[in-house]
Nanobody, 126 residues
């Protein structure tokens, strides 16, 4: 079972930027589709972005499209989420997740992801 550890969260002002990182254990990182989700207080976990195994495909939630960029470095076993033009509504705990289902590529369904990190807090002040 792969282990995921997020980092890079913090407090930022509206309009600011942050880059989240998610480091994965193991030597089969390239086999995993990686995703980012977030959960704000009192709300359900929601999809943010996902990237395919070879970085050829990406997907974004409409709420972050044009502001967030997902990328991965398979040599470093790490996936990133670059966030710019942050808004107070982006405040949430951000989770990294992965799946290795061979017939499934990027997906926005949290149920399809097999492993999750513990999350990193992102707070955007107004």
């Amino acid at each position: 079972q792969v282990q995921l550890v997020e980092s890079g969260g913090g407090l930022v002002q509206t309009g600011g930027s942050l880059t989240l990182s998610c480091a994965a254990s193991g030597r089969t990182f390239s086999m995993y589709v990686m995703g980012w989700f977030r959960q704000a207080p009192g709300k359900e976990r929601e999809f943010v972005s996902a990237i395919s195994r070879g970085s050829g495909s990406t997907r974004y939630a409409d709420s972050v499209k044009g502001r967030f960029t997902i990328s991965r470095d398979n040599a470093k076993n790490t996936v990133y989420l670059q966030m710019i033009s942050l808004k107070p509504e982006d405040t949430a705990v951000y989770f990294c997740a992965c799946h290795s289902r061979p017939l499934l590529s990027i997906t926005s369904s949290p149920e399809e992801y097999e492993s999750w990190g513990q999350g990193t807090q992102v707070t955007v002040s107004s």
